[in-house]
């Protein structure tokens, strides 16, 4: 069954095929006030993505692959990629899950919107690859890190979708739900090459 959240981010992928050109691509970032300390989320765009496909399964209309990517804050992204069957170009999506919780959580949403027409990538925040991991929140410093490096890796996950033929560079967006969702509000300040972004529950406080 179809979810709210993903009817409403079927409509906004329904209002990113009426959306045109944007400002150029840019993946630095500048500073917009006298304390905003931004330039913590630039990386090296001409960095390789190491892209890795570890599975790939075809169903009914589309492929379904797990793949990691090198994330520029150390280590892997484990994350999903569903294409969409044909030539495209498609949409680009991409979906952030809650805490706790991991990438599988997005999969069902993320197959109702390629089945029609875009490529969605998934990827596990931060605090899911780490082993045994009870509480994802200490509100300390590793809070802090993990928020700026999935940003980071988000911003990659841009990149991998723009690598791509298939996808449109003009037809970009971003679904995040609980966790997904805050950081959402801070991945619309920090990334430009977006041009939607659905912000389901998005807590405060983090």
Excluded: W
Aim: charged share 20%.
């Amino acid at each position: 069954a179809m979810t709210r959240r993903t009817f409403a981010c079927l409509l906004i992928l329904g209002s990113l095929g009426a959306c045109g050109a944007g400002a150029a691509p840019s993946t630095s970032v500048s500073r917009t006030g006298p304390t905003d300390d931004v330039s913590v989320f630039s990386y090296d765009p001409k960095a390789p993505l190491g892209l890795q496909v570890v599975s790939s399964e075809k169903q009914e209309g589309i492929t379904i692959q797990t793949i990691t990517y090198v994330s520029p804050k150390g280590g892997r992204v484990p994350a999903a990629l569903i294409i969409p069957e044909g030539k495209g170009p498609f949409a680009g999506m991409i979906l952030m899950h809650g805490a706790p919780g991991e990438y599988q959580q997005m999969l069902p949403d993320g197959e109702v919107l390629a089945r029609c027409g875009a490529v969605v990538l998934m990827i596990d925040a931060p605090f899911a690859r780490l082993a045994q991991e009870q509480n994802p929140f200490t509100f300390g410093d590793r809070d802090r890190e993990n928020q700026i490096q999935l940003i980071i890796d988000l911003r990659r996950g841009v990149d991998l979708l723009l690598a791509r033929p298939d996808v449109d560079p003009k037809r970009l967006g971003y679904l995040g739900i609980s966790y997904g969702g805050a950081m959402g509000g801070l991945f619309a300040g920090v990334e430009k090459r977006l041009k939607a972004y659905v912000l389901v529950v998005g807590d405060g406080g983090l």
